[in-house]
């Protein structure tokens, strides 16, 4: 599925609060006349968006993919879209049968602001180093401990990962980073965002990720992006 | 200029209604403690976007060119953008000085919606038949009379004017259609669009093109398209 996620609370389903998750249960609430608990790949926070969320549950209402698919999108808000539905093995899990998952965050770098990507950018003026921050994000690859990246407050006791891709592209006024990941940890990519705009600004040596991962401390490693910029790219099975 | 127009009714000034005209006037009116007369060089619809609209207004406030960018920038809301300021010759008019302006059109052409283009495109599910389409374009070029594309209610009595460009463009999903006149009549690029869809559909020949300007007659030309996938891309001088 593919969601604005300007204005949920995120993935997960709240009391008072609107949520993606929430919003797709009620949908199939409303179809099956059954309470439904849909599982995602990634809880994605507060105002971060997904191009291809993938999530499952389980029913025995007989329609077929197809119908699913189309009940769902005449029940739902135009902000949230089901792509695609299919029938899968009843031991698929679509967060832990998955691969890894790709995220993106994009920033717009203008000296300008557009009205049309202030839902999907993160706005900086000044230009950042492209060649820092290529440099800053090598040293994230390979299986590491995201301590440093990891919120704060997060319950997670094992922060130890694979990192498979960062790739960062320039796209005219835009500025892509994609990471590859086997699993992504509570606001980790907006804090290695915010980490590598601060090597593109020149506030941070490009060598320093090695020491901010080994100090294993999240004030070691600045600032965290802001969520609008963030996509939930794939989930790879 | 760049503004999102969604939340606006239009580029024209209306007493009780948000406008983009009534937005900047009232920026400069706080800026210079004076009143304000901000002249477009087109007025766009409600709901219709611009990437750059260009408009003058007189003054004696002693700003320099990009102290009057900054300051407007501060006071607008950030869904109307000044790109640029420039001190112009008395004799410099944004309308009657403008020797063509350019509109583009935003078609998403998709089985299914996306959650983020809701705002900058007309969504068509079936799929449009892009010759056709270039065909029936076709005969919108040179000086023709537009009667039968200008709003039934429009004030104008002349509908003569020179249509220099009308190009169809495919990009994955999306279809552009770039429109270039001498001068626009009110409606005129939603209701040629609209007719180029019906195109697109097999619902009128490409042939019809000249049979429906030559009716002189709006009932002839068939359905507006909707404001939203419409920009003013350009104003040459």
Known sequence: MAYDGTRYHGWQRQSRLPSIQGAIEAALEQLTQKSASLYGAGRTDAGVHALAQVAHFDTEHGFKEDEWR???NALLPPDIVIQQAEVVDGDFHARYSAGSKVYRYQIRNAPLPSPFDIKWTWHIRQPLDFEKMTLAAKGFL?????????AAGAEVKNHLLEMKRVHIEKK?????????????LQHMVRNIVGFLVEAGQARRAPEDTFRVLSAGDRRAAGITAPPQGLFLLKVNY
Chains 1, 2 share one sequence.
């Open 70 to 72: 189309r009940a769902l």
């Open 172 to 184: 005219g006024e835009r500025l892509w980073i994609t990471l590859e990941a086997s699993r992504f």
């Open 142 to 150: 390979g299986v590491q401990d995201f301590r440093s990246f990891c």
